[in-house]
């Protein structure tokens, strides 16, 4: 049985969580429920804030597999788990500015890998230690890793 220590911490971007709802059979879906036991959620308040306010457009609603009480509901569960950090400063280090906080909820949470689709956090590859990947990437990292 593998110990909570040794699951590698993760933060997941907010396009993750969104996507796992939109298209529940795809791979940020797998990330989410199938292997989401496979590691450590990392969160701030900063980034949990910004992973509920996007729940809350209308847009982003009506193009949910469920509900949106059902959606509040999976990012309850997915927060209620998860190891929670506090940034302090948050240091300029993406070329988009709107991302230095998910990288440096990363950072700050020790976190061996940052997930997710944006190109300006994909094109840091490795920022101090945190392995940025795709759900993609990261899926086969995990499903290697269980053999």
Do not use: H
Request: glycine letters at 4%; aromatic letters at 8%; hydrophobic letters at 50%.
């Amino acid at each position: 049985m593998e110990m909570e220590s040794e699951k590698p911490r993760v933060v997941i971007d907010t396009v993750g969580f969104v996507r796992s709802l939109i298209r529940p059979n795809g791979a940020w879906g797998a990330v989410l429920t199938e292997f989401a036991a496979s590691y450590r959620l990392v969160l701030s308040p900063e980034l949990a804030t910004e992973i509920r306010s996007v729940f809350a457009r209308s847009k982003v609603i009506r193009r949910l597999a469920v509900s949106a009480p059902a959606a509040i509901e999976f990012l309850d569960r997915r927060f209620e788990s998860a190891v929670w950090i506090y940034l302090g400063s948050v240091p300029q280090i993406c070329r988009d500015p709107d991302d230095d906080m998910v990288i440096a909820t990363a950072i700050a949470g020790d976190a061996q890998f940052l997930i997710t689709a944006d190109d300006d956090l994909l094109s840091l590859g490795v920022a101090q230690d945190v392995r940025v990947v795709t759900a993609e990437r990261f899926l086969s990292i995990i499903r290697s890793s269980r053999m």
